[in-house]
């Protein structure tokens, strides 16, 4: 790819807006210099999704920017389609995707998009959006390569051969970091950093080889983080 001078991700933002903006103008992007990727989850649980949504939107298909699907996307999109996986677990326990995805922080944000008065317009707009976030991506910066995901990963299996599951939901790496022993530099949110005992900033774990970025932004003694990956600089909100 293009020369960069800093290879920027966020984590999980959860609709907190106010959290989000402290740390994206903090990081200060120049779509010139550097290349931002947003691991997803950027509804659900937090207070102000509606803003949230709006800024992907207007962001997305930018130079340089790069959002992926988190499972808080993937549920919010299975609810608007309401087509079950008949016979799963989650199906099981939560009763049906609408379900799930409400239960799951979803009726925070159901309830500001219905307070906008834009509810369809809102609706229709992420719908389509999501439908285009890809589930990973990988960058090649200065000889190092990086995969980028939302939640897991098998290291030795292929990006296009990874499961959709794995890479959505599942936290194997994130909870025993050292079933990745490949080459390659390994970036997730999904499971935040405080639940594993660390202190809420990201994690860089595995001789760097395997970076958590998600630092509970919606909860009280969380925040929003991004963090370059080249010189391991974190611009963060306020705990």
């Not at 984590?11 to 106010?18: R, T």
Request: with cysteine; net charge negative.
């Amino acid at each position: 790819m293009d020369t960069i001078e800093r290879l920027l991700v966020f984590g999980d933002i959860h609709g907190k807006w106010d959290r989000f903006m402290m740390a994206y103008q903090k990081a200060a992007f120049n779509p010139d210099k550097d290349l931002l990727i947003f691991l997803g989850d950027y509804l659900d649980r937090g207070e102000q999704p509606v803003p949230v949504m709006e800024w992907v939107m207007e962001h997305f298909g930018q130079r340089h920017v790069i959002f992926l699907r988190g499972n808080h996307e993937q549920m919010f999109y299975k609810a608007m389609k309401d087509k079950e996986e008949s016979g799963s677990l989650l199906s099981f326990l939560f009763g049906s995707p609408k379900a799930l995805w409400l239960n799951n922080g979803g009726s925070i944000t159901y309830s500001e998009i219905q307070k906008s008065g834009r509810k369809e317009a809102l609706l229709n707009s992420w719908l389509k959006l999501v439908e285009q976030l890809p589930l990973y991506t990988e960058v090649e910066v200065n000889g190092r390569l990086y995969w980028f995901m939302h939640a897991d990963c098998e290291p030795d299996i292929p990006l296009a051969e990874q499961k959709t599951k794995t890479l959505l939901w599942n936290r194997s790496l994130a909870m025993h970091p050292q079933l990745h022993q490949g080459e390659q530099t390994i970036v997730l949110g999904h499971t935040p950093v405080q639940a594993l005992g660390y202190k809420a900033q990201p994690q860089w774990l595995q001789d760097g080889k395997l970076v958590l970025m998600d630092t509970g932004g919606f909860m009280e003694n969380g925040c929003v983080s991004c963090a370059d990956l080249l010189s391991r600089e974190i611009y963060q909100s306020s705990v």
